[in-house]
Nanobody
Framework: VQLVESGGGSVQAGGSLRLSCVLS????????MAWFRQSPGTERERVAS????????DYADSVKGRFTISHDNAKYTLTLQMNSLKPEDTAMYYC?????????????????WGQGTQVTVS
């Protein structure tokens, strides 16, 4: 299983970025996926998660109303649309997958991880 993120970059506060993550090496299109982030000196935080059937969407309080997670089953692609970005959103963002049922998506126990993409908000 491989996860490859893209779409990070630098943006001014109030701006938007769209992150994408493509999963390969797994035949089913029903599993948990999530976005995490981590900045230096802080613990890794689950930002958003979902069941790829489009249910069980869950967001960290810090991003509710600003970030939207979605999944394209045909393309095995997870997306995080980030609007109204703030300097405190600056972090390395990782996508993750867990081959478990939907009730387990809102956890931090994910088995497969991408390499990360940097988001910097100034």
């Amino acid at each position: 299983v491989q996860l490859v993120e893209s779409g990070g970059g630098s943006v001014q506060a109030g701006g938007s970025l769209r992150l994408s993550c493509v999963l390969s090496g797994y035949n089913s299109n029903r599993y948990c996926m999530a976005w995490f982030r981590q900045s230096p000196g802080t613990e890794r935080e689950r930002v958003a998660s979902m069941w790829t059937a489009g249910t069980n969407l869950d967001y960290a309080d810090s991003v509710k109303g600003r970030f939207t997670i979605s999944h394209d089953n045909a393309k095995y692609t997870l997306t995080l649309q980030m609007n109204s970005l703030k300097p405190e959103d600056t972090a390395m963002y990782y996508c993750a997958a867990r081959f478990a049922g939907p009730s387990l998506c809102a956890s931090t126990d994910y088995a497969y991880w991408g390499q990360g993409t940097q988001v910097t908000v100034s």
